[in-house]
């Protein structure tokens, strides 16, 4: 059986006496093994990252961009290849996962005009013969933590960012699918990386743990479940470092009473469903406001749920996949069990779906709950599968009031015809993206991507500019240049402005 080795200084590197299962969602099966590496893997890779990123940040920023646009091509030519590796471990569909390396590729498109964005602040003449200038470094070595759902984008959103600044970068990717990033890091250093720029480890908390502790890593950025994000923020911040932690989340999609409800629910059903509901930007809450917007969005949704195609990963016309492990399988049926014991209405039951010839996958059939109330646990936990609920609301106030009072706020959607009521929701709800008559409001990669509340623990954002901040330190340099003079015009003067 393949064993999924670390990337350490350039190359392969076995290390690490456990290993965990890799499975195949679409049959069940384990189809490889990624090692668990410890202290031991981490402390070389940080040894290669202290190796080589001296020089690399001593390269100009031109020649680092060269990389990303060498690497970027590089993607692109294998975007097949690639494609069918995610879709192999995590279970999404091949056009999903080639949306996943797409979003990424933005965010190294953005890296590639890293030289523009590095260029800094200077002010002439702040004092006599005084001049004040700004400079952003890289931090050194930087670390990223990762979520299975989006074993391409996300590691790309992390180590695009650091490196294109000067950093190396440790990977330690989600241990559900880590061939990927695995490939993407070898794709870099083809794309002309020095070994030791990108390292990826393999691991699970002790790996995390590490990582945390260790004197010379000094940022990490980690996205994944909400508890385990606040569990990184604090540790990571306690022990020195610079901490962007990215959680869970309860996107709310808001139905106004004039929406095109067509529209919503061709975009309901990709946004719930798609990719197994395992997106945080996943909409898997409606809100029709009023009773007759309500009545009417659930007689269209049912016959849209029922025309959803369920297949293997490799089916180019199913609608989503498998869900990646079997425990996350049972965890999502037993909140649909949940849902119904707590007394919300059960309009179509996913459970016990199975695929002919696939009976083994991890498959979960599409789900619908009406009539669920605030006050339910499956309101308020995240359940990240193709579940969808309708919370109804009586009005505009009641609908902007729910996603703004649930603990996540990543992101919320409004589906509507009126401008006013769309501007009003999107300055007052208390949730970090929002998406107008948008299901998916992911920014684009030169903006920036984060939520509030428990979806993001930390004060910086994802790429764009406040990645770039995330990743580098900014110096102030004031210089004054005498002209030697002995009559004094150039004497000093602390540049306060009179
Ligand atoms: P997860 O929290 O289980 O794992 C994320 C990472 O943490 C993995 O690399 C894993 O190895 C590591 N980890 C797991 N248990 C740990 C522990 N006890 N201590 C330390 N590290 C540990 O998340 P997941 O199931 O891989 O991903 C799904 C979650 O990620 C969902 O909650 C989803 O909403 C969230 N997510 C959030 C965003 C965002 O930007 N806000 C984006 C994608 C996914």
Known sequence: MRTIDHVIGGGSTSGGARTADVFDPNSGQVQARVRLGGQAELDAAVAAAKAAQPGWAATNPQRRARVMFAFKALVEANMEELARLLSSEHG?????????IQRGLEVIEFCCGIPHILKGEYTQGAGPGIDVYSMRQPLGIGAGITPFNFPGMIPMWMFGVAIATGNAFILKPSE????????????????????????????????????LDH????????????DIAHYVYSRGVAAGKRVQAMGGAKNHGIVMPDADLDQVVNDLTGAAFGSAGE?????????PVGEDTAERLRAKLIPAIA???????TDADAHYGPVVTAAHKAKIEGYIQQGVDEGAELVVDGRGFTLQGHEGGFFVGPTLFDRVTTDMVTYKEEIFGPVLQIVRAKDFEEAVALPSAHQYGNGVAIFTRNGHAAREFASRVNVGMVGINVPIPVPVAYHSFGGWKRSAFGDTNQHGIEGVKFW?????ITQRWPDGSADGTNAFVIPTMG
């Not at 999404?92 to 996943?100: E, H, R, T, Y």
């Not at 025309?307 to 990963?313: K, T, Y």
């Not at 580098?472 to 102030?476: A, E, F, Q, S």
């Open 472 to 476: 580098t330190k900014v110096k102030t």
């Open 92 to 100: 999404k569909v091949i056009a999903d996962s080639k949306g996943d």
């Open 307 to 313: 025309a959803l195609r369920i297949g293997v990963s």
């Open 279 to 287: 997106r945080c930007m996943a909409l898997p809450v409606v809100v």
């Open 176 to 211: 559900r699918d880590p061939s990927l990033p695995v490939r993407l890091a070898e794709l870099m250093l083809e794309a002309g990386a020095p070994a030791g720029i990108l390292n990826v480890v393999h691991g699970d908390k002790e790996m995390v743990d590490a990582i």
């Open 215 to 226: 004197p010379d890593i000094a940022a990490v950025s980690f996205v994944g479940s909400s």
